[in-house]
C-alpha cells in the first residue's frame, strides 16, 4: 500500500526566504509524485509533478521539487517566498496516471512579514 | 480556472438525511474523481468513474455511491448522513482514467462543495 507523510505541519517562513516542505513516500512499486496547493476556501490546483525522466521538477510560481528515490522523498522547495505563497501544501502519490490519488495530510505554509 | 465546476459551493444538513452533489467535468475529459477531505486533512479518494463505470473505490461505506452521466458530468451520493461526514467534498476531472491510457496524467480539481451535517 502506499503512504504520504509530510513531515511538518506548519512551516514559518519570513517572506523573500527560503523554504523547503518536506514528504516522503513508501510504496512497492513506481509512482508518481505530486504537489498541490490549496489557497483558503478553494480546490486543489496542480504545483508540479513528477512522472519520470529527470528527477528535478520545476512547477508553477516559481516552486521545484526532487524525486530521490532512494530516500524515497519528493521535497517541494522555493527559492524566495511571498505573501500570496501563503496556503496549504498536499504531496501526493499514485500508481498511474489517472489513478487514485493518496495525499499527504498537509503543510500550512505561514509567510512572515 | 480548471474548468471544473460544482454545486452547491455550500450544504447543510441534518443527520440521516441524503444528499446529491454535482460536478461538471472539463471539457474532453471522461474520468472523474471524488475526494473527501475533512477539517485540517489531506483530501481521501472515495471513488473514481470512467465512462460512465465505478473504476476504483476507496474505503468508504455503499451509503456513499455516485453516477457519472454520458456527457461526464458526475453526482455524489451520500445516505443516511452521520456528524463525521462532514467535509469538504472534491471532484477531479482527467481523461482516460484507465491504467496505461495515454491521458492528461493529471486531474483537475473543482473549488469543492462544503458539507455541513448537524
Not at chain 1, 516559481?62 to 500570496?84: C, Y
Not at chain 2, 471522461?30 to 483530501?43: D, E, F, R
Not at chain 2, 460512465?52 to 468508504?60: L, P, Q, S, T, V
Request: one cysteine or more; hydrophobic letters at 30%.
Amino acid at each position: 500500500a502506499q503512504s504520504v507523510t509530510q513531515l511538518d505541519s506548519q512551516v514559518p517562513v519570513f517572506e523573500e526566504a527560503p523554504v523547503e516542505l518536506r514528504c516522503n513516500y513508501s510504496s512497492s512499486v513506481s509512482v508518481y509524485l505530486f504537489w498541490y496547493v490549496q489557497y483558503p476556501n478553494q480546490g486543489l490546483q496542480l504545483l508540479l509533478k513528477y512522472l519520470s525522466g529527470s528527477t528535478l521538477v520545476k512547477g508553477i510560481n516559481g516552486f521545484e521539487a526532487e524525486f530521490n528515490k532512494s530516500q524515497t522523498s519528493f521535497h517541494l522547495r522555493k527559492p524566495s517566498v511571498h505573501i500570496s505563497d501563503t496556503a496549504e501544501y498536499f504531496c501526493a502519490v499514485s500508481m498511474n496516471r489517472d489513478d487514485k490519488i493518496i495525499f499527504g495530510k498537509g503543510t500550512r505554509l505561514h509567510i512572515l512579514p | 480556472e480548471t474548468g471544473v465546476t460544482q454545486s452547491p459551493t455550500h450544504l447543510i444538513k441534518t443527520r440521516g438525511q441524503q444528499v446529491t452533489l454535482r460536478c461538471s467535468s472539463q471539457s474532453g475529459h471522461n474520468t472523474v474523481s471524488w475526494y473527501q477531505q475533512a477539517l485540517g486533512q489531506g483530501p481521501q479518494f472515495i471513488f473514481q468513474y470512467y465512462r460512465e463505470e465505478e473504476n476504483g473505490r476507496g474505503n468508504f461505506p455503499p451509503r456513499f455511491s455516485g453516477l457519472q452521466f454520458p456527457n461526464y458530468s458526475s453526482e455524489l451520493n451520500v445516505n443516511a448522513l452521520e456528524l463525521d461526514d462532514s467535509a469538504l467534498y472534491l471532484c477531479a476531472s482527467s481523461l482516460d482514467g484507465t491504467s496505461g491510457g495515454g491521458g492528461t496524467d493529471t486531474q483537475y480539481f473543482g473549488p469543492g462543495t462544503r458539507l455541513t451535517v448537524l
